[in-house]
């Protein structure tokens, strides 16, 4: 199956400063690309995602960019908070219909 | 709406012990999901369920069974558990059409100790 790289395995930022999760894969047809924010005890729930025909989504304080001939989508989220300190994930549709492929995680820590 | 509830969310087995997780969806999703979650490796899918009547092997099937027993549930069973099976088990469901909306939704999940 599709194979998804993120980094860094953990960030810790001050809050009000800028946090960046990168993801990289290999498989040229993934086309969808969805990100899962995990807070602590919870299950994962989608924050934004994005789709191969555009190169960059925002909504509000988090936006996504995504580089196709590279390979590599970003997470990027800005004035952070102390309720932006969860884990997150990154994911794309790969090879396979309606199956996510999901990275490793990122576990992030806004410190006041 | 409760969205995607599961049970339990909390238990102990011993070596060689089965069980049942259950996991049932309001939101008439057509496709549902198990995965397991452990330190340091994200979510991995066990087995999958593109629509009723049909389920599909995932990443990280080998001990595990499932049943798609109707629109709304889908069950996972260990039949001998052993230790490597503890983990953090999620249930997800999505719509999963074509083209459409790939979202998949979370249950809480459950917290699975095998001694």
């Known amino acids: 199956g599709e194979n998804v790289e993120q980094h860094p395995s953990t960030l810790s930022v001050q809050e009000g400063d800028s946090a960046v999760i990168k993801c990289t894969y290999s498989?040229?047809?993934?086309?969808?690309f969805p990100w899962y924010k995990q807070e602590l005890g919870k299950g994962p729930q989608l924050i934004i995602d994005?789709?191969?025909?555009?190169g960059e989504k925002k909504d509000q304080r988090i936006a996504v960019t995504l580089n196709k001939t590279a390979k590599h989508f970003s997470l990027h989220i800005t004035e952070t908070q102390p309720e932006d300190s969860a884990v997150y994930f990154c994911a794309l549709l790969g090879w396979s219909w309606g199956k996510l492929q999901f990275g490793a995680g990122t576990q992030v820590v806004v410190t006041p | 709406n409760a969205g995607v509830t599961q049970t339990p969310k909390f238990q102990v087995l011993k070596t060689g012990q089965s069980m049942t997780l259950q996991c049932a969806q309001d939101m008439n999703h057509n496709s549902m999901y198990w995965y397991r979650q452990d330190p340091g490796m994200g979510l991995r899918l066990i087995y999958y369920?593109?629509?009723?009547?049909?389920?599909d092997k995932g990443e990280v099937p080998n001990g595990y069974n499932v049943s798609r027993l109707n629109k709304r549930e889908f069950s996972l069973r260990l039949e001998s558990a052993a230790p490597s099976q503890t983990s953090v088990y999620f249930c997800?469901?999505?719509?999963?059409?074509?083209?459409?909306?790939?979202?998949?939704?979370f249950g809480p999940g459950t917290r699975l100790t095998v001694t």
């Open positions: 369920s593109a629509s009723e009547g049909t389920t």
């Open positions: 498989d040229s047809a993934s086309n969808y």
């Open positions: 994005i789709r191969s025909n555009v």
């Open positions: 997800a469901s999505s719509e999963a059409s074509s083209g459409a909306d790939y979202e998949q939704y």
